[in-house]
Each structure stands twice: as structure tokens, then as C-alpha cells.
């Protein structure tokens, strides 16, 4: 896909959140104060993540969201300002987001991409710069994701269009975060409760969405209602955007993909 030129003033700051607490993944290092700064192939997570936000023009300011652990700022050194984190996502994100012009989007990034490149990080700023909405969520669908990566594990939405994953990245106004905040309370307290999911995203949405008819469009446009802002999807054709690592055996994945891209 060819990517438009940035354009003048184009210019973004990106929060990388690299918070939480010590997961399976991070149990493998006891160095390691969470998941985000456990090496892969010689280098944390968090550290890949920082550098490859360096290279993108448009990036002009990186702000990480991390544990408070002198052992670990060695892998920040990329960040122009290291924050703490907070207990719940939420926390961690309004720390990351302080500050910055309510109405300006900001690039949040996972800390948890080990394969993600300048490229994939391009390409959706680009799509998302043509949206004029409050939040933008990157996705992958299944097909593009496995001409490149096949056999990598992820959660799958089907869809009208086709069968998507999500992305690592995020492009958000820092106005939409408290409406965001609740929307994601409200989700993780309902997620293992049909009745409690169907209250907040409606009926006629989740049957739809079983049926695999619920469409881009239909999804974008309840997600605005919830959230009172307008959001939107963007389809992204670099896969290396949604490959993370949630469980201890994606670290091998990992590594064997790093591997192969240096070696070609």
C-alpha cells in the first residue's frame, strides 16, 4: 500500500505504555519489573518499541508510562520523558496523556510489539490522520496477517467484511479518555456476563455480531454511541502492528520472527 507523504505539521506525540504488574511473561526474567521490559533476541520489548517510534518523522515527542525501577531505565533512553504508571490501564493512560492539548490526537502505543516497524507505524498514522474522529483502533484481517505471519495466535472478531484482529496502537484525543475510562470499567467487569455485555452493547449488536453480519461501519458507529465521541477502525496491511505477546511461549514466536528478519 503506497503511503501519502507526511504532512507539514503533521507532527504527533506518542505515549508508549509499558505499566503494569509482573505477569507470566515477565516471571521468565526475575529482572524484569513487568512483561514490557523482558529481552527478546538482546533487547527488551520496551526498548524495540521506543526505537522504532525514533525513526517515524511524525513523531516528534515519546512519552513512556512505566514502573518506577532504576534497573530499568536503561531500556527508556528513547523516551523524551519517563511517567509513572497506574494501577488499572486507565490510571496508566492518564498519566501518560497529562498535559497534552485536549483536542490534539496522540499516538498510544503497547510496549509489547516486538516485530513492529516504521512502516506499520506509518501506515496508520496516515489512516488515521484522514479520520477526523476522537479515537482510531488499529486491525488487522486474518488474511493479510497470514500471508506473512501464518500460525500467530490472536483473538479473532468475523465480521461483514472479513475476520479482524486488533492492533497494538491507538490514536486518541485526550478529551475521549474519561468516557473511555468508563467504557473500559464497565467492559472488564461484564466481559464473562452476556446479559451484563448485551445491556451495554445492545442486542441487536451481539446478534448480529454472532451471525458474523455485524459490519466496520455498524461496529464503529455503536463504539461512538457508548463512548460519545466518534471513533474509528483503521485496516491496517502491516501485520507486524498486532503481533504481540500476551503468553510465555509467544516469546519463542517472538524471537524465531526477529530472527528471520535479520537474517533476510
Known amino acids: 500500500m503506497a503511503l501519502s507523504a507526511p504532512l507539514p505539521g503533521a507532527r504527533i506525540s506518542a505515549v508508549v505504555l509499558a505499566g ?10 526475575p529482572s524484569a519489573p513487568n512483561k514490557a521490559f523482558v529481552p527478546i533476541v538482546g533487547q527488551t520489548m520496551v526498548a524495540r518499541t521506543l526505537a522504532v517510534l525514533r525513526t517515524v518523522p511524525q513523531v516528534e515527542r515519546i512519552i513512556v508510562v512505566a514502573p518506577f525501577v532504576s534497573s530499568a531505565l536503561g531500556d527508556l533512553v528513547d523516551a523524551d520523558e519517563v511517567r509513572r504508571d497506574g494501577a488499572r490501564i486507565g490510571d496508566s493512560l492518564a ?4 498535559g497534552l492539548p485536549a483536542d490534539e490526537p496522540v499516538l498510544v502505543v503497547a510496549s509489547d510489539l516486538p ?23 488499529a486491525c488487522v484481517e486474518r488474511r493479510t496477517h497470514a500471508a506473512r505471519f501464518p500460525g500467530v495466535p490472536h483473538t479473532w472478531a468475523r465480521l461483514r467484511e472479513g475476520t479482524f484482529c486488533g492492533g497494538g496502537c491507538v490514536q486518541l484525543r485526550p478529551r475521549a479518555l474519561p468516557a473511555l475510562d468508563v467504557f473500559l470499567e464497565r467492559l472488564g ?5 452476556p446479559l451484563a ?3 451495554i452493547f445492545g442486542w441487536d449488536v451481539l446478534v448480529r455480531y454472532a451471525l458474523g453480519r455485524l459490519s466496520i461501519r455498524a461496529a464503529e458507529r455503536r463504539a461512538s454511541e457508548l463512548l ?3 471513533v474509528a477502525a483503521a485496516v491496517c496491511t502491516h501485520p507486524e502492528i498486532a503481533v504481540n505477546v500476551d503468553r510465555p ?16
Open 115 to 137: 516485530i513492529l516497524t516504521r512502516a506499520a507505524l506509518e501506515e496508520f498514522l496516515s489512516l488515521a490522520h484522514r479520520r477526523d474522529v476522537d479515537l482510531v483502533y
Open 95 to 98: 498519566s501518560g496523556l497529562r
Open 20 to 29: 503494569g504488574p509482573r505477569d507470566a511473561v515477565a516471571l521468565l526474567d
Open 228 to 230: 460519545g465521541a466518534p
Open 189 to 193: 467487569r461484564a466481559r464473562k456476563n
Open 197 to 199: 455485555l448485551a445491556r
Open 249 to 264: 511461549t509467544d516469546l519463542a514466536l517472538a524471537e524465531r520472527l526477529i530472527i528471520e528478519r535479520i537474517v533476510q
